[in-house]
Every structure is written in C-alpha cells, then in structure tokens.
Nanobody, 127 residues
Framework: QVQLVESGGGLVQAGGSLRLSCAASGRTFSSYTMGWFRQAPGKEREFVADISKTGTSTYYADSVKGRFTISRDNAKNTVYLQMNSLKPEDTAVYYC????????????????????WGQGTQVTVSS
C-alpha cells in the first residue's frame, strides 16, 4: 500500500491560487490512478479531480473545471493540484488518494474506489 503525504494548503483570499502536492512512498507510484478529494465541515467527502497512471487523462468535478489542474510527475512520485481563482466555497480539507482500480477515470469519483489516503491539508479561502 502506498503512503501519501499532502502539503501546500493554507489561507488565501478569494481569487488567489494555491498548489497542493502529494508525495507518495514506494517504487510503484506509476501503478496508481491518483485523485484529489475534499471535505468541508459538516459535509461528505467529495471528488475534485483524478488522473490516470501515465498522466495522459484527467477528469474534474464540474465545480472546479477550468479553475483547477491535476498533474503528476512519476519520476518524483508526486501528484499536484493547481488551484486558481479560488472561491470561499473551495474551503475544505483536501485529501490525496490512490487506487489500483482499472477503468475509465471518469468512473472513479467515489471515495470507496480509493484504497490509500493521505492525512489531508487545510485550504481556507477568505472572502
């Protein structure tokens, strides 16, 4: 099982940007489809974006499409989430997740499909 550690969260004003990173342990990072989820207080964990094992395919939640970009560097065992034009409603704890599940990444939008999770990083967007 891969170990995941997120970083890059913080406090930013609306309209600003942040880049989250997720470092993975192990030598099989390229075997995992990677995803980002978020959870706001009192709400369920929701899908943000995911990326295929090679990085050639990405998929986004409608709420972040056009503002967020997911990418990965398999040589560095790291996945990124570039977040631009942030809104107060983006405030949440952001989690990195990994899965060995195969299939179209557009179908992997539920937390139950991902077997490994990071500890989360807080993103707060002030208005």
């Amino acid at each position: 099982q891969v170990q995941l550690v997120e970083s890059g969260g913080g406090l930013v004003q609306a309209g600003g940007s942040l880049r989250l990173s997720c470092a993975a342990s192990g030598r099989t990072f390229s075997s995992y489809t990677m995803g980002w989820f978020r959870q706001a207080p009192g709400k369920e964990r929701e899908f943000v974006a995911d990326i295929s094992k090679t990085g050639t395919s990405t998929y986004y939640a409608d709420s972040v499409k056009g503002r967020f970009t997911i990418s990965r560097d398999n040589a560095k065992n790291t996945v990124y989430l570039q977040m631009n034009s942030l809104k107060p409603e983006d405030t949440a704890v952001y989690y990195c997740a990994a899965t060995v599940r195969t299939g179209p990444i557009a179908t992997m939008t539920l937390p139950k499909f991902f077997g490994s999770w990071g500890q989360g990083t807080q993103v707060t967007v002030s208005s």
